[in-house]
């Protein structure tokens, strides 16, 4: 599944726009199971591809840029990634990532458009400590494409409970390229940016708070990170 992916993005990461890979050694130094990628977010998709894309090549030895397809046939891993039932719908490509390792989960805080109020599930919990028993997780701790928005305490909640290890991530470039799905592009040329930083020194026993705080710091979407229009609006 994971070739049929590539094969889609590819020429979007190499052809079309410029994909800058920053970090990527880590990948090689990490173990196949119960590790946490965190990531700030600003596509539905087109992150989560070439993080898969990123981390196949970084372990055939391709460590400074996407490496050929080829290396997709010799996975020796698993990638799961969090995404929100409501952007899985029906789509061929959504079809595809699912079933190439999405893991669906209700949001707590947002529904159809709406705000709503719920309670983390226990069973997408579930699944997602199922997934970090076999393989890597990503999961993106703000829940959406905003920048800047807050993040949720559920990414918090599952560092405390499976003690992953946590490799945060941080990407740029990709609202300038494409739609908010990720699927159509908006524009070529565009530096495609992704760095992957050493996995995070994490005390499991601090407070939830304590600990998302450290991953937003961590994924540049903490307060010391605003644009100055933010941390000094005109009134």
């Known amino acids: 599944m994971y070739i049929v992916i590539g094969s889609i993005a590819q020429?979007?990461?190499k052809g079309i726009n410029n994909t800058r890979l920053s970090g990527t050694e880590v990948i090689r130094q990490l173990p196949k199971k119960n590790v946490l990628f965190v990531s700030n977010h600003q596509t539905y998709f087109s992150e989560v591809i070439l993080m898969i894309l990123t981390f196949s090549s970084a372990l055939n030895g391709f460590t400074k840029r996407l490496g050929p397809l080829y290396h997709l046939l010799n996975a020796n891993y698993r990638v799961y990634f969090i995404a929100a039932q409501e952007t899985m719908k029906a789509t061929f490509l959504?079809?595809?990532l699912n079933y190439a390792g999405g893991i669906k989960v209700q949001r707590t805080w947002r529904s159809n458009g709406e705000s709503v109020q719920r309670k983390f599930n226990p069973s997408d919990a579930g699944k997602i400590g199922e997934a970090l028993k076999d393989g890597?997780?990503?999961t993106f701790p703000q829940g959406t494409t905003t920048p800047f928005a807050p993040g949720r305490k559920g990414t918090a909640h599952l560092i405390k409970k499976y003690k992953p290890i946590v490799v945060p991530i941080v990407i740029?470039?990709?609202r300038r390229a494409f739609d908010k799905k990720g699927v159509l592009l908006k524009k070529k040329g565009?530096?495609?940016?992704?760095?992957i930083k050493p996995p995070m020194n994490i005390n499991y026993d601090d407070d939830i708070e304590v600990i998302l705080a450290h991953v937003m710091h961590a994924i540049e979407q903490?307060?010391?990170y605003y644009p100055e229009k933010l941390k000094n609006p005109v009134p």
Do not use: A, N, P
């Open 136 to 138: 890597w997780v990503i």
């Open 222 to 224: 903490s307060e010391e």
């Open 94 to 96: 959504s079809k595809v």
């Open 190 to 195: 565009v530096d495609l940016k992704m760095t």
């Open 172 to 174: 740029d470039g990709f």
């Open 11 to 13: 020429f979007r990461f």
